[in-house]
């Protein structure tokens, strides 16, 4: 067992290393759908296609700037018998984060209660080259010892609170959407 | 010793909680148990979460912060056990660490009393750290080898391996400054530039310091303890020895002085 001592690596102010781009592939939607419905045997896919007026009205009704024209969604069933139960809707959609966008996933029940959300991939990027890639190389093979490779860059990074605000206010447009779509009147 | 064998392989899952991203990866051997596992942990996660934000009016925290002066407020036993611990990280502090503006009284199991007015506690950082170590106590009893779990920027691993963290260059957050590796500790960066302003000096003590960080071997205590650094800079690392965890700043000449 290594000791249990954390220590700096580089700890000098003058090393200085960018990452050009920082991603991480948590679930694909497939798995989402798996995650968020375990119970599901059938998910169906649609879209709902926004007309101008629709748009105007969610960004209305919920406060959040709409900038898609359209929203995949899937109905996710369960077999009972000879008939399918609807369990609920699965939403896939992306909004921009801190610097990229974020994909991810709500899971509703029939009512518009939300399950469960998940972050499927999250991205950040800067466009700026690697300064010190031997010193970046020092990670490599150490990390985790595992034999899935999480990741391609450097899996974590430490600093400030990461706002989650953008998540919020893509869920919160997607209940508009329930509500002025699926829910059944 | 390695914690991996053929079958062994890592799972990672990200939901939004506390504010910002709960992501935790664990090293399973079979894939749909530790995914049930992860999905009971986030599950408890987002019950700590209703009772300890304050911005959900059905919290505890909510509860005590409506509450008028002299009020008593049942809470629940865990929001009572953190916040008994914060009074006293705010006493050791010497009131540094301050994550309400008017007193408590907390003589009482599971009732907070108002002293004064309005209290206006805000567990924020504290309430994430006591969750990730919260997460971590939940992974170890299901069974997990290793684990990481990270809530923007309060971190704790377990497991016989080392994590590779980089650390934010906070002038300049695209990029790092500095790396670190996390064995079976906590780590607790803070700094203001995602979300600034939400960690607040005074008018006689202002941020002393661009970030700060602690590794500490809980999450909960290493959270709070970065925010003393944030504001007592190198004067902080006293306070640190004390509580035998070590930490890090990063003053504003972005010189960064390890405890």
Known sequence: MPSKKIFATAAT????ISIPAFAISYLSVEEAQKVLFPDAQNFSREKIIFTAEQKVALEKLTGVKVTNTAQPLWR???????QEVLLGFFIFDAVLGKHDLIDYAVALDPNGAVIGVEILNYRESYGS?????SWRKQFQGKTLAAPVKLNDDIQNIGGATLSCRSVSQGIRKILGIYDTFLKTK | MTPSSKQNSWLRRCRPGFGTFVDIAILASNQNEATATLSKVFARLALLENRLSRFNPDSDIAKVNRAKRHATVPVSALTFRLLRRAANLQMKSGKLFRPWQQPLGLAKKNRVRILHGQAKVDLGGIAKGFAVDEAIRLLKRAGI???????????RSFGPCDFPILIRDPQN??????GLKLNNQSLCNSGNYFAPGHIRGTRRNRLAVLAAGVMAPNCRDADALTKVLMLHGEKGFALLRSFGVSGYIIAKNKTVVFS
């Open chain 2, 145 to 155: 080898g290793a684990a990481l779990v990270n809530a923007g920027g309060d971190m």
């Open chain 1, 129 to 133: 080259e690697i300064r010190s890639k």
């Open chain 1, 76 to 82: 996710a069933f369960k077999k009972e018998g000879t």
């Open chain 2, 173 to 178: 957050p695209g990029k790092c400054l500095f």
């Open chain 1, 13 to 16: 102010a003058g090393i200085v």
